[in-house]
T-cell receptor, first 116, second 109 residues
Framework: DTGVSQNPRHKITKRGQNVTFRCDPI?????LYWYRQTLGQGPEFLTY????????KSRLLSDRFSAERPKGSFSTLEIQRTEQGDSAMYLC??????????????FGSGTQLSVL | TQLLEQSPQFLSIQEGENLTVYCNSS?????LQWYRQEPGEGPVLLVT???GGEVKKLKRLTFQFGDARKDSSLHITAAQPGDTGLYLC?????????WGAGTKLIIKP
């Protein structure tokens, strides 16, 4: 396994357009997370899946954001009607914790979104 | 609201110097993790500390978890330019990670 893979690495779009990002987690990992990160900040939690179930979504997340993990493997994150404030690095991570205190995340290289 | 505060926010030192960065909270965590992130890449896990008072060493990096499991420190001995990066701590609370904003470390040759 080559780790967590994210596509595309970079995306430039015009304000108002829709964008979709893909994440392929480590194959045996049952948890998948989406984070957003801006320059000089730590990752900001967006949502996470346990297998195909979306268990939590940030209350700060706009309705323009939606994520899916249809078969419990890869995931997509869609942003509709993009705004300039959506410009950020979008990170995907996967994990397979064995118990409490064992949540170790493996991150992809991220998708850098620029909204013009 | 659980918060993790990291200090300093930014640190620039010469190669060969020692340094310590901190991760503090008023909340108790079941474990705490340190990650390093390079520009344009995702964070990479360095270590997980679980037991209060635990000390873990990774070559020139020494990680300590506070006795009360609310804080942690990372000490780097004889820093090298390859140590440059954003150091993030994350606390595990009820299967969710709470992230600090990171310490941006630059080691000048």
């Amino acid at each position: 396994d080559t780790g967590v893979s994210q596509n595309p690495r970079h995306k430039i779009t015009k304000r108002g357009q829709n964008v979709t990002f893909r994440c392929d987690p480590i194959s045996e990992h049952n948890r998948l997370y989406w984070y957003r990160q801006t320059l000089g900040q730590g990752p900001e939690f967006l949502t996470y899946f346990q297998n195909e179930a979306q268990l939590e979504k940030s209350r700060l997340l706009s309705d323009r954001f939606s994520a899916e993990r249809p078969k419990g493997s890869f995931s997509t994150l869609e942003i509709q009607r993009t705004e300039q404030g959506d410009s950020a690095m979008y990170l995907c991570a996967s994990s397979s914790p064995r118990g409490q205190g064992d949540e170790k995340l493996f991150f992809g290289s991220g998708t850098q979104l620029s909204v013009l | 609201t659980q918060l993790l505060e990291q200090s300093p926010q930014f640190l620039s030192i010469q190669e060969g110097e020692n340094l310590t960065v901190y991760c503090n909270s008023s909340s108790v965590f079941s474990s705490l993790q340190w990650y390093r992130q390079e520009p344009g890449e995702g964070p990479v896990l360095l270590v997980t500390v679980v037991t209060g008072g635990e000390v873990k060493k990774l070559k020139r990096l020494t990680f300590q978890f506070g006795d009360a499991r609310k804080d942690s420190s990372l000490h780097i001995t004889a820093a090298q330019p390859g140590d440059t990066g954003l150091y993030l701590c994350a606390g595990d609370s009820n299967y969710q990670l709470i992230w600090g904003a990171g310490t941006k470390l630059i080691i000048k040759p």
